[in-house]
């Protein structure tokens, strides 16, 4: 039985510091961010050149009532992007987490270092979960600042009903909303994350994660699954959309931050389990 190395520390290797600058400097992340950022002000623009909605017959969809304030604004904004601008940029960060390094050919010079494979994975999803957060929260966040800025701060109509809802009491459930849609993205990631323990292409981790998403909105349409779609992980996606009901109504949320965790966790488990054995000198 050898000793290991003086000074030698498992604890120390791949600190989240090194690990979040390292990817912060890849482009994808820079782009990723930039037009996330972005998109909210595309969208401003659009609706400021677009033919305006003066009917108020139509006035009850979330893309009607868009310019009706800033939150109104945040809220369309996360709904047009929420089902696949999101998903692919959770999927960025978390299928790159293994599948970049195999790509590189750095995996095995890192579990060289050496770094065990659980703290190595550990260390990646972190990292890749705190970008993913950061993603989702930056989105809403700057919809939220460029709707304020340009359509005003007035209180939200609530889709469907056109019923008003004071801007000071729905402000604090938007944090709701925003909390909700992180939690909704954790099956995408734990996805992406598990794959990127088995395929050396970051794209085929995105891919798959992606792909998993269209098909589960595509079975959550087939009415004659009855009950059974709501297990789908894509089925209780827009149940945040009770918080910003007039009655804030927690059943949809709560069901379905139950299938996104339960899908996560085990996900996230078969990924280190299969991690602990994978060859990755082939």
Known sequence: MTSAAPGYAARRTLPLRVEIIRQFKRR?????????????????????????????????????????????????????????????????FCGDTVAGEANWSSLRYLLAAPVPRDRLLRQKLIVALGYSAAAVICLPVM???????????????????????????????????????LVSQLVVAAVAFLLSTVTDSPLGAVGGAVGLVIVSTILQ????????????????????????????DWGGMTKGAAVSVTYAAILIAVAFRRFRRKDVVS
Do not use: C, H, K
């Open 221 to 248: 349409a087939v009415e004659a699954l009855g009950s059974l779609r709501e297990f789908l992980p894509t089925f209780w996606n827009t149940a945040w959309l009770d918080a910003l009901a007039p009655t804030l």
């Open 28 to 92: 994808r992340t820079l782009v990723m961010f930039g037009l996330l950022l972005a998109l909210p002000w595309i969208l401003v623009i659009a609706f400021q050149f677009g033919p305006q909605n003066t009917g108020q017959q139509n006035a009850l969809r979330l893309s009607d009532l868009a310019t009706q304030g800033g939150l109104n604004f945040a809220a369309f904004a996360l709904s047009v992007s929420a089902s696949f601008l999101l998903v692919v940029a959770v999927a960025l």
């Open 143 to 181: 919809a939220l600042v460029a709707g304020t800025l340009v359509f005003g701060w007035n209180d939200i109509q609530v889709p469907g009903t056109g019923e008003t809802i004071p801007a000071l009491d729905v402000l604090p459930r938007f944090g709701i909303v925003i909390g909700y849609a």
